[in-house]
């Protein structure tokens, strides 16, 4: 049985993709920083289905975290073979010039050096040159990453931005070391991180604007997030996936 580790997978895209991973034969674990209610429940449904999972708390920004993290799966699982970079966070609405330092170092921290992080560890279980036996890693970024997302979350835009440079050079740093990287950029997707973030009616408000006319479901996108650690790719590195309608 496949491992597979996702960060921020008790809700949204993240619960969605452990869902679907499970019935597609992967032992899952599912981290969490505090919600373990949320988490406990993803595993409690997945196991009850007869798949494997378990949850894993941790602040992917804090590198004591993340090791503790991995060495969790290690134990209860075993080496993990994927990797979904799903851990982070959007904030308030706000132009640039109300930004203040600590909303972007935060933004920065969880969203990109958390996944350089745990890339950091997948990579010293995966990769051929620690002795590992490969794996694939999938990071989440998003459309913003393209559109800027003026005038609402251009700090988070550009941290995807950085996700989507981070795909492109660690793919080729261990592509012949036996470790695949891709990203996933959803679009706007129905998840309660546009609730948390102040503007509830985004998806609605969005939806005109996106060529298919509405806005996406968690449970659309895992099934690009799962393809990529499969066999079905597995002459893919390096490269950005768009599921936003178009947009």
């Given at each position: 049985?496949?491992?597979?580790?996702?960060?921020?997978?008790?809700?949204?895209?993240?619960?969605?993709?452990?869902?679907?991973a499970a019935k597609r034969g992967y032992a899952v674990a599912v981290n969490y920083t505090k919600n373990r209610a949320a988490a406990d429940e993803v595993v409690a449904a997945i196991n009850g289905e007869g798949g494997r999972a378990i949850s894993v708390q941790g602040d992917v920004s804090i590198e004591d975290d993340v090791a503790a993290i991995f060495e969790t799966v290690d134990?209860?699982?075993?080496?993990?073979?994927?990797?979904?970079?799903?851990?982070?966070?959007?904030?308030?609405?706000?132009?640039?010039?109300?930004?203040?330092?600590?909303?972007?170092?935060?933004?920065?921290?969880?969203?990109?050096?958390?996944?350089?992080?745990?890339?950091?560890?997948?990579?010293?279980?995966?990769?051929?040159?620690?002795?590992?036996?490969?794996?694939?890693?999938?990071?989440?970024?998003?459309?913003?990453?393209?559109?800027?997302?003026?005038?609402?979350?251009?700090?988070?835009?550009?941290?995807?931005?950085?996700?989507?440079?981070?795909?492109?050079?660690?793919?080729?740093?261990?592509?012949?070391?036996?470790?695949?990287?891709?990203?996933?950029?959803?679009?706007?997707?129905?998840?309660?991180?546009?609730?948390?973030?102040?503007?509830?009616?985004?998806?609605?408000?969005?939806?005109?604007?996106?060529?298919?006319?509405?806005?996406?479901?968690?449970?659309?996108?895992?099934?690009?997030?799962?393809?990529?650690?499969?066999?079905?790719?597995?002459?893919?590195?390096?490269?950005?996936?768009?599921?936003?309608?178009?947009?």
């Open positions: 049985m496949k491992i597979m580790l996702i960060t921020g997978g008790s809700r949204g895209i993240g619960a969605a993709t452990a869902r679907l134990e209860k699982l075993g080496t993990i073979d994927a990797l979904v970079n799903n851990a982070g966070i959007l904030d308030q609405a706000m132009r640039v010039d109300e930004m203040p330092a600590s909303r972007l170092e935060k933004m920065f921290l969880i969203n990109v050096i958390g996944s350089f992080l745990c890339a950091k560890h997948a990579v010293r279980r995966m990769s051929t040159r620690y002795g590992g036996k490969g794996g694939a890693i999938v990071n989440l970024s998003s459309a913003a990453a393209r559109t800027g997302s003026p005038g609402d979350y251009v700090d988070y835009a550009a941290t995807k931005g950085a996700i989507d440079s981070m795909t492109n050079g660690l793919g080729k740093e261990v592509a012949a070391e036996g470790v695949r990287v891709n990203a996933v950029r959803p679009g706007f997707i129905d998840t309660e991180i546009h609730t948390l973030s102040g503007v509830p009616d985004r998806i609605a408000r969005t939806a005109p604007g996106v060529p298919m006319l509405r806005g996406g479901t968690a449970d659309e996108v895992a099934p690009m997030i799962l393809w990529l650690p499969s066999d079905e790719a597995s002459y893919v590195t390096c490269s950005l996936f768009d599921v936003a309608g178009g947009r």
